[in-house]
């Protein structure tokens, strides 16, 4: 599998490692259902058969947390994106 | 017919005319009292164990291809029961005594070869966590055995104890532990409860589920609406694709766990064997192939293949553990579907949608399952409380911090 | 020494007669010639018997010439370079090579278990299944040890495999797999385009099937128009041709697996040269062009050494210039066979009968047949074989039945296209009515079918076809490709009649023939219901075997279907898995084996180590200083007594470089702090270091270590060995997508300083003298961290940390000065007797200390559970804390961090031990916790422990029992407070 | 076995020392040429938010470089500079013994300067063969058609985190963690064998 880095090109997935689904937002912890909130976000997972957003960390790279979108029965990789948007280096 | 010398020697003097069908392909009835949604081990153990153990016989498995295609299918084959904690050791204790006497019950040659399963450890601290572990399963009845170098040496003498990188310094045995033939255990759960009664559909994809109010009352499939008393869903693998039909998010992610096979040898691995300093374990099969694996390959995935960096990644820890292997070939690779849980560990519980039931979470670990998996979730669905030796796989264990972590390494499918 | 080549033809082959090979089969001596496979030498030689079945033991022969072969497997090579399972059909011939026969005892010739075959009734498909049942104890014990014994197929070696492999990536435009002819005009019109062209092929001659043509093509033979194309080919710059290189397999985003056999036609490896290379080779597009595979026609006898596939026999005439027999007959149902034989008389075979299953066979064809004298037996059909090896055939005609004396009898029920790689991303094949076989369906991305590879039969269209697909890739990359000029070679329509099996034919009818899968056992699988190709691949082990049944999974299918009465495509295609032929083990571990298999991390102060004597052990990727043992010494635990005892007395010294380190800068590190450890840091005074405890998400404790503020907006963070590369991760993601308005830049800097701890009373008296300035209680308080300079000048970082409990500093130094601070501060503690200590000691003193460490932190404790309840700010959100909450982790029931000592004194205790109440019965309902870490401690001359028991804290002084089964033992000991030594910490505030 | 060490490179060598200076595997001239430079002055430089641009601007104008904010190394005769990641630079300098100190000078609050001046051990490989070995480890493409002088990648070569760059047609640099010089080394040693490899590290086996 290959993961086209925007700051080092095209690299080998191995060079990167995965933390899953990159649809999640780390809720308030101050709100009243922050218990709640947090199960599903530490917990439950769409887990789609097809197109997903996913976080990839370019540990023997640019060390860049990337926002990488594959689809999950193909493995074909339709775009990587820096989870910090432009402006916010590294 | 009943299986024995006389059915195989009455057939070669026939010309093996006698045969038949080992269970029926049965067509879909309007109704049953319960539909299991998958025609893998675990679907076809419980839909067994219904109508053996709690006399419900008016039973459907309904697989979308053929029975055993999926996880069944593509395991590597290993049975244990050499769990650290609590909540999974009595569990898999369970499956490995319904392992012992289920030839016998079956009727059917599943090759349950108790041949040990060697876990090696490289450092002190490995060896402690190895004993804590050992220690675990001895309170819970269960055999194990801490191995000290030599001893190590004396069962493997041709593993790499001279000039190892990560000199194994001995181990934990479990000699009950060992190895069954994955299809054989479909093949014979589904005769056996196709003998009792129960219709295999297969070739019958769910497409939907039949709701009545909140309650699940059935399932819409390529072969049209059955009804039925109680839902089950046993489909590792699949099982968030198929609990999103029902409005259901889980504790779970699908990732690719590869598997691989040597070409045929004489025997040369009796036991089990699993390498503590890399991601590598092995076998031998009785035809000859060298049966082994090594981590899943790390990201979610619906496709049943892998890449090569686990490839290497395991062989290299192949010939790092045992470098007489050099110059064999490695025959067929190939990859399975797993649902990786959040925890590591596995859910045997009804869900929050009245009528639905929900046998998930297997992680790489479905197949030693197969035997109590199929007994508690009958279990369940009988009499609708938990069975005494599953009783932490609850659903909402994630909610309440009651988790079973035997890696200890969080949230996170896959590392577990 | 047997008669030398006597089927040997005595000009003509692509074999170079001046270049003998001297091999041994089985351990008679023969000779072959350069050129050679085993397989054509042995053939050469008269040898027909090579091998025995897997499962009946039957006498096999040679019944291919490619990689499709399931008969002739041999043990090549002896003792730790023996290779079982090797196909003597692609083991190219080299000066003594030594081949044996396997699965066979005592001998080939005479075989114990070929009595297997007078059972064979009896030990159909599945037959397995259905019995060993009694009594259940049998199994293991009488069974299955026949069982593995008889099954199986080669010998490993017994040694470590003595030669090298490395592994290499190479990256083009086009990756064309197969240098046949379509594979050669791909390579060819894609390289005039410019792109950068890989081509490999299996074999140790390009060319293909040109090799065995016996025409002419471009008015040149066909092998010397190949010659001639490879050669252009290498001479390209942007070219790359490999030869003897498998391609084995497709992955993601265009990286393809292959195998290139460097050495593996020497009898051992050049020096320094590796014995096979993978190759990961990374192409944007990529052409198959691997050719078809002959399949063969299922019938009675069709095992006996001396049936052969048509094509087989044509490319042992044409390019081994080798006849398989002084009297061939042929049985086929196309064309294509009957110009092989054709072919072959030409060049000198004695072809004597065709028998053709077909009532209608072209004139022109018969015509040229019988014009050499060959018999032609129309609509007629091959029912049985005899001989040892082969002698005669029984065939059957319309006219009865006749007995035809033969010694080979070639074989052809038409050809697979080789597929196998576009199954590799699940893709199907796709059923083609007019050739009766499967061909490619979807593809994986980028990958397009050239050739016979794709059902195009005809060498001519090949030719066509290979430059198209070639052109078509090169041109999809953008780039722009000459006209190229393709030769013309007039293709004989291909005619073929599907006939897959002869019913009713006498003896045994192998489709599968390594595994002894019969058309008989295909009907058992049938009557059990086994139908679908996946139960029937399952059930039979049809195509299962090493040749993962190139010629027997379409004929299998073929009569599954027959019986079915469905057609072949109802009733399922054969798809292929990686890798398309066997790949060493060796090759895919490449250089990392033995002490390489993973890099090792080396201290700076390593080698001052070394010559301190210690002894060295493996954490994680580190090697580290375990102990110093002196000679007279009894055992580590003596030496570590001494060590711990000569820090708590005086002082000694430790490497902790380690540790990860981390630099943190920027307006909000204090913040960010605050947000991934429990306890806080933004008010941490400039010159001060804190302790801090991490959590995951989920609530449970990931790691600790010391944090120092140098600056207001500089601090520099330790973790701990084992979590430095996951915390660095962590911290990465919190900034990167959690909170990337914070202003913090990240730096690992645990390369850069060598850290060196001392500890003991004395310690301040050794850095006095290597630090430049003061140090004393005031400079530097505890937990103080300032920078400075030691060794008159070189920078430094010190800290004033103790992990020991003893008055303790760390002294950070740019690595490169690593050894000389070591030894400065032994010779600064010569008086002292400064003593060097190892992990084993830092773990004794840290036990003694109560402080925790890697097997506390197991990834299942909280906070709570470690005593850390108390440090979680409740003033503030961090990294785990709404988790943290959960019932199940607040728990006042969990076992918590306390401290154990045996109520024998004696008594040695063992980590990994649980905790049973006094009288409580040992299950596990009654298990209260278990021990994590023991140390023997010198301070108190007993054995002491830390461990995690419910309610620990709440049940000091109560007594339990520490329960270690594993290891014989079972014993009482005192819950206490962790901290066995200066709990008021007197001594490191001293 | 005896003709495994006749065919090993590494045979009689500790896998934890840093093998000796010497010539290993095939006779004749060397494929490859291994030095260990004098090791240079080494920073890594990581602006903080919002300063990537001028952090990028500094550094050239500083050094008289074309720096960008991307991968590549800018080579001059005072500085390299090499872009690691979005505003991460290590900067390395053969004439400026405090170069953090220079740097935290030049970029102020801009930026935060590290020393990394021990943190990697610096490997010069030269010769027609140093491709064909690079080839051997990385996964990324480093054929001298393609990966040319100025062109630079962080990346992994036998499970070890490496930073290189082509300084020259004949030159490439390879940056290695400190602590992984000798793994690193018999893994050049071990693919560099056949092509006959020439070390010259200045050591007799540093730890």
């Known amino acids: 599998m290959r993961i086209p880095c925007p700051y080092c090109g095209e690299r080998d997935a191995h060079e990167f490692s995965y933390l899953g689904d990159a649809t999640l937002t780390r809720p308030d912890p101050a709100a009243a259902d922050a218990e709640q909130a947090f199960h599903d976000y530490v917990y439950l997972r769409d887990n789609p058969a097809g197109a997903h957003e996913e976080w990839w960390y370019h540990a023997n790279g640019c060390r860049q947390w990337l926002r990488v979108t594959r689809d999950t029965r193909t493995h074909a990789i339709s775009g990587a994106a820096p989870a910090r948007k432009s402006g916010e280096p590294a | 017919m009943r299986y024995s010398f006389l059915s195989i020697l009455a057939n070669g003097l026939s010309g093996q005319k006698g045969w038949t069908p080992t269970w029926r392909d049965a067509a879909p009835k309007p109704g049953y009292d319960v539909i299991i949604v998958g025609g893998g081990g675990h679907g076809l153990a419980t839909a067994y164990y219904l109508a053996k153990v709690h006399g419900i016989r008016n039973v459907a498995v309904i697989e979308k291809s053929v029975i055993g295609s999926g996880n069944a299918g593509r395991n590597t084959t290993i049975i244990r029961s050499n769990y650290l904690l609590p909540g999974n050791e009595p569990f898999y204790e369970w499956s490995m005594k319904l392992w012992e006497g289920l030839e016998q019950e079956l009727n059917y040659n599943a090759m349950v070869s108790q041949r040990g399963i060697l876990n090696l450890f490289h450092s002190d601290a490995q060896r402690d966590a190895y004993a804590r572990r050992g220690n675990a399963m001895r309170l819970a009845g269960v055999d194990s055995k801490l191995m000290d170098k030599a001893g190590v040496r004396a069962m493997y003498p041709f593993l790499n104890f001279d000039n190892a990188r990560f000199p194994i310094q001995g181990g934990l045995l479990q000699a009950r532990a060992g190895t069954a033939r994955h299809d054989a255990v479909v093949w014979g759960y589904a005769r056996g409860a196709d003998r009792l009664g129960v219709d295999i559909v297969q070739n019958c994809e769910v497409t939907g589920f039949l709701r009545e109010g909140d309650a699940i009352v059935g399932v819409e499939t390529s072969r049209g609406d059955i009804r039925a008393g109680k839902v089950a869903v046993a489909v590792a693998g699949s099982s968030s694709r198929v609990a999103a039909m029902a409005g259901l998010r889980l504790p779970m992610e699908s990732h690719v766990l590869q598997a691989f096979v040597s070409e045929g040898l004489k025997p040369m691995v009796d036991g089990v064997i699993t390498f503590g300093a890399g991601h590598f374990y092995i076998s031998q099969s009785d035809k000859g192939g060298l049966v082994f694996g090594g981590d899943i390959d790390g990201y979610n995935s619906y496709a049943q293949r892998g890449n090569l960096p686990v490839i290497e990644d395991v062989c290299e820890g192949g010939m790092a553990l045992m470098p007489r292997i050099g110059r064999l070939r490695l025959l067929r690779h190939w990859g399975g579907i797993m649902d990786m849980s959040m925890d590591g560990s596995p859910i045997i519980d009804r869900t929050p949608v009245p009528g639905l039931y929900l046998n998930a979470g297997w992680c790489y670990g479905g197949f030693k399952a197969t035997p109590a998996s199929g007994w508690c979730f009958a279990h369940l669905l009988a009499t609708g409380a938990p069975h005494d030796t599953a009783g932490a796989f609850r659903l909402d264990r994630f909610r309440t911090g009651h988790l079973i972590d035997e890696k200890g390494v969080g949230a996170q499918p896959n590392l577990h | ?867 850390f309840g108390r440090m979680a700010s409740t003033k503030k959100d961090y990294i785990g804390r709404t988790m943290a909450a959960r019932p199940g982790l607040a728990d006042p029931d969990r076992p918590a961090f306390v401290g154990f000592r045996p109520v024998d004194l004696s008594r040695r205790l063992r980590a990994g031990a649980h905790f049973l109440n006094r009288g409580a019965a040992p299950e596990t309902a009654n298990d209260q916790g278990y021990m994590t870490s023991v140390a023997y401690s010198p301070h108190l001359g007993h054995w002491i422990g830390l461990g995690l028991i419910t309610r620990g804290p709440e049940r000091l002084g109560e007594r339990v029992r520490a329960y270690d089964p594993v290891r014989g033992e079972e014993i009482e000991v005192e819950i206490c407070a962790p901290g066995f030594i200066d709990p008021e910490g007197v001594r490191l505030r001293g | 076995m005896a003709d495994h060490s006749s065919h090993d490179p590494l045979a009689g060598l500790r896998f934890d020392r840093v093998p000796p200076s010497g010539t290993y595997g095939a006779d004749g001239e060397p494929g490859v040429t291994v030095t260990i430079p004098e090791t240079p002055f080494i920073a890594l430089v990581v602006a903080r938010n919002g300063f990537a641009e001028s952090v990028t601007g500094r550094l050239g104008r500083a050094f008289g470089l074309e720096v960008a904010d991307r991968t590549g190394a800018a080579i001059g005769a005072a500085a390299t500079v090499v872009g690691t990641g979005p505003g991460r630079f290590l900067v390395l300098s053969k004439t400026e013994p405090d170069l953090a100190g220079t740097l935290r000078a030049l970029l102020g609050s801009e930026a935060a300067v590290s020393e990394q001046d021990d943190a990697y051990v610096t490997f010069d490989l030269a010769g027609e063969k140093t491709p064909d070995l690079l080839a051997k480890g990385a996964l990324i493409d480093i054929d001298p058609r393609v990966f040319l002088p100025g062109d630079a990648a962080t990346t992994v070569i036998a499970h070890i985190g490496v930073t290189l760059w082509r300084v020259d047609e004949a030159t490439w640099r390879l940056l290695v963690a400190r602590s992984l010089e000798a793994s690193f080394t018999r893994f050049l040693i071990a693919s560099g064998a056949a092509f006959g490899l020439r070390l010259e590290n200045g050591t007799a086996g540093r730890g």
């Open chain 3, 1 to 867: 020494m047997s008669a030398t080549n006597r089927n040997r033809l005595s000009a003509g082959g692509l074999i170079d007669r001046n270049q003998t090979r001297g091999f041994s089969f089985d351990g008679t001596r023969h000779r072959g010639y350069a050129g050679d496979t085993l397989a054509s030498a042995l053939l050469a030689n008269g040898v027909r018997l090579v091998g025995r079945s897997f499962k009946y033991h039957r006498p096999r022969g040679i019944f291919s010439a490619g990689a499709e072969e399931p008969n002739a497997l041999v043990e090549l090579r002896t003792g730790a370079r023996r290779e079982p399972n090797t196909r003597a059909t692609v083991t190219e011939l080299y000066d003594g090579l030594e081949a044996t026969s396997q699965n066979r005892w005592p001998s080939l010739a005479l075989d114990a278990l070929s009595l297997n075959r007078f059972l064979a009734p009896f030990l159909g498909a599945g037959f397995y299944y259905k019995t060993f049942m009694w009594p259940a104890a049998f199994w293991e014990k009488v069974y299955e040890p026949i069982i593995r014994r008889a099954a199986g197929l080669g010998r490993a070696a017994l040694e470590e495999d003595p030669d090298h492999y490395e592994k290499a990536t190479a990256f083009c435009d086009v990756l064309v797999i197969g240098a046949g002819p379509a594979g050669l005009m791909a390579a060819l019109t894609a390289a005039r385009s410019g792109a950068r062209v890989i081509l490999a092929d299996e074999d140790f001659l390009p060319g293909g099937g040109l090799n065995a043509e016996a025409g002419d093509v471009d008015r040149q033979p066909a092998p010397a128009f190949a010659a001639g194309i490879a050669a252009e080919l290498a001479s390209l710059p942007n070219v790359r041709v490999m030869t003897r290189t498998s391609v084995f397999g497709v992955y993601d985003g265009g990286t393809y697996g292959a195998l290139e056999r460097v050495s593996d036609h020497l009898a051992v490896p050049a020096p320094f040269q590796p014995r096979q290379r993978l190759w990961r080779i990374v192409a944007r597009r990529a052409v198959l062009a691997a050719g078809a595979t002959e399949r063969p026609i299922v019938f009675g006898g069709n095992d006996r050494p001396g049936v052969m596939l048509a094509g087989a026999v044509g490319t042992y005439v044409q390019r081994h210039a080798v006849l398989p027999g002084r009297n061939i007959a042929l049985f086929a149902n196309n064309d294509g066979a009957w110009r092989d034989m054709l072919a072959a008389q030409a060049a000198g075979a004695h072809v004597e009968t065709i028998v053709d299953v077909r009532a209608e066979v072209a004139p022109e064809l018969i015509a040229a047949a019988q014009a050499k004298g060959i018999r032609v037996l129309k609509g007629a059909q091959v029912i049985a074989t005899h001989g040892r090896t082969l002698r005669s055939l029984e065939v059957a005609t319309a006219s009865g039945t006749e007995r035809i004396a033969a010694d080979t009898l070639a074989v052809s029920g038409g050809w697979s296209p080789c597929v196998h790689l576009t199954c590799h991303h699940g893709g199907k094949p796709a059923w083609n009515e007019d050739i009766a076989a499967f061909v490619p369906g979807t593809c994986p991305p980028g990958l397009s079918v050239a050739g016979a590879a794709k059902g195009i039969l005809g060498l001519g269209a090949c030719l066509r076809d290979g430059a198209e697909t070639g052109a078509e890739s090169a041109r999809a990359l953008g780039f722009t490709v000459p006209a190229h000029e393709v030769p013309e070679v007039a293709d004989a329509a291909f005619a073929l009649t599907p006939f897959w099996h002869v019913e009713g034919s006498k003896g045994a009818a192998f489709v599968d023939l390594q595994n002894d899968v019969t058309a008989k056992d295909v009907g058992i699988a049938h009557k059990e219901g086994f139908r679908s190709v996946e139960l029937l691949k399952r059930y039979t082990t049809l195509g299962m075997a090493t040749d993962q049944g190139r010629t027997s999974n379409v004929t299998g299918l073929a009569i599954m279907a027959s019986l079915t009465g469905a057609s072949i495509p109802e009733t399922g295609t054969t798809i292929f898995r990686p890798p398309y032929t066997p790949v060493s083990m060796g090759a895919l571990a490449g250089h990392h084996r033995g002490k390489d298999f993973r890099p090792v991390r080396l201290t700076p102060t390593h080698e001052w180590a070394r010559a301190q004597g210690a002894v060295f052990i493996e954490t994680g990727a580190w090697l580290r200083a375990q102990y110093f043992p002196r000679a007279g010494e009894k055992d580590w635990l003596e030496t570590v007594t001494r060590e711990v005892t000569a820090v708590r007395a005086s002082v000694g010294l430790i490497d902790v470089s380690t540790f990860g380190k981390i630099d943190l800068q920027g307006r909000d590190v204090g913040a960010f702090l605050d947000r991934v450890y429990i306890n806080g840091f933004a008010a941490l005074a400039v010159g001060k270091a804190r302790y801090g405890v991490m959590l995951r998400e989920d609530g449970l404790v990931m790691d600790d270590g010391t944090t120092a503020r140098l600056s207001p907006e500089h601090y520099v963070m330790t973790t701990t060995t084992a979590n430095a590369a996951k915390v660095f991760q962590h911290l990465e993601f919190c900034l990167q997508v959690l909170w990337p308005e914070l202003d913090v830049a990240l730096s690992s800097i645990s390369e850069q300083w060598a850290q060196i701890a001392i500890a003991g009373p004395r310690a301040r008296d050794v850095l006095a003298r290597v630090a430049d300035g003061d140090v004393s209680n005031a400079a530097l308080p505890f937990m103080g961290a300032v920078e400075g300079t030691v060794m008159d000048g070189v920078k430094a970082r010190l800290f004033r940390l103790s992990f020991s409990g003893e008055l303790g500093f760390e002294i950070a130094v740019p690595a490169r000065h690593g050894a000389a601070l070591a030894q400065a501060l032994m010779q600064a503690g010569e008086t002292f007797g400064i003593t060097p200590y190892g992990i084993e000691a830092l773990g004794v003193m840290r036990i003694e200390k109560g402080h925790v460490s890697g097997s506390e932190l197991s990834g299942q404790t909280t906070a709570g559970d470690l005593g």
